[in-house]
T-cell receptor
Framework: DSGVTQTPKHLITATGQRVTLRCSPR?????VYWYQQSLDQGLQFLIQ???????AKGNILERFSAQQFPDLHSELNLSSLELGDSALYFC?????????????FGPGTRLTVL | AQKITQTQPGMFVQEKEAVTLDCTYD???????LFWYKQPSSGEMIFLIY??????QNATEGRYSLNFQKARKSANLVISASQLGDSAMYFC????????????FGTGTSLTVIP
């Protein structure tokens, strides 16, 4: 158990809908990362927050947004869902943003868009 | 250009043998960190080992070691005395000093340990 929690574990929804994925980082970790893992794209970095502020942005679609709250938990919002958004969404956390700060991953949320 | 390249989509190894999983990286930064993660079939990502660009010695963690060749920009993972539980996907990742934030992941290598 990495100490990172993600809810829900599984999510099944329809095209055009909107969902929210939630992540609680390990105690003491200030940085949160979101990744999308699909069969054809591998592990894609979406976005990173550090202590409530957006720090880095990767291949995140405009239909997706995220935020980190004062208690450091984070939410990833996915809207106007398409079939291609079906994937495993990981949240990871690290204590900081130093090179040596490894990320600890949550168990992931498996999103299925029908 | 790909930041992280893993050229072995699948590997097989006999139980108790050693195996090397290849990883090459591309960066112009002097400061960077290299990581290996394991993803079993259950899906979770497990941190294995870290190597810093300024570390002079190869990193080791139990049965895992990292063969770091800076001039060749390679950071191969060596698993000694393979066990059945080592069957999983293995991902190489890099974090660059200048950005200090984003992790770049390779496409992974699927390792199967044969009894």
């Amino acid at each position: 158990d990495s100490g990172v929690t993600q809810t829900p574990k599984h999510l099944i929804t329809a095209t055009g809908q909107r969902v929210t994925l939630r992540c609680s980082p390990r105690s003491g970790d200030l940085s949160v990362y979101w990744y999308q893992q699909s069969l054809d794209q591998g592990l894609q970095f979406l976005i990173q927050y550090y202590n409530g502020e957006e720090r880095a942005k990767g291949n995140i679609l405009e239909r997706f947004s995220a935020q980190q709250f004062p208690d450091l938990h984070s939410e990833l919002n996915l809207s106007s869902l398409e079939l291609g958004d079906s994937a495993l969404y990981f949240c990871a956390s690290s204590v900081g943003i130093l090179l040596t700060n490894e990320q600890f991953f949550g168990p992931g949320t498996r999103l299925t868009v029908l | 250009a790909q930041k992280i390249t893993q050229t072995q989509p699948g590997m097989f190894v006999q139980e108790k043998e050693a195996v090397t999983l290849d990883c090459t990286y591309d960066t112009s930064d002097q400061s960077y960190g290299l990581f290996w993660y394991k993803q079993p079939s259950s899906g979770e990502m497990i941190f294995l080992i870290y190597q810093g660009s300024y570390d002079e010695q190869n990193a080791t963690e139990g049965r895992y070691s990292l063969n770091f060749q800076k001039a060749r920009k390679s950071a191969n993972l060596v698993i000694s005395a393979s066990q059945l539980g080592d069957s999983a996907m293995y991902f190489c990742a890099m974090r660059e000093g200048n950005t200090g934030n984003q992790f770049y992941f390779g496409t992974g290598t699927s390792l199967t340990v044969i009894p």
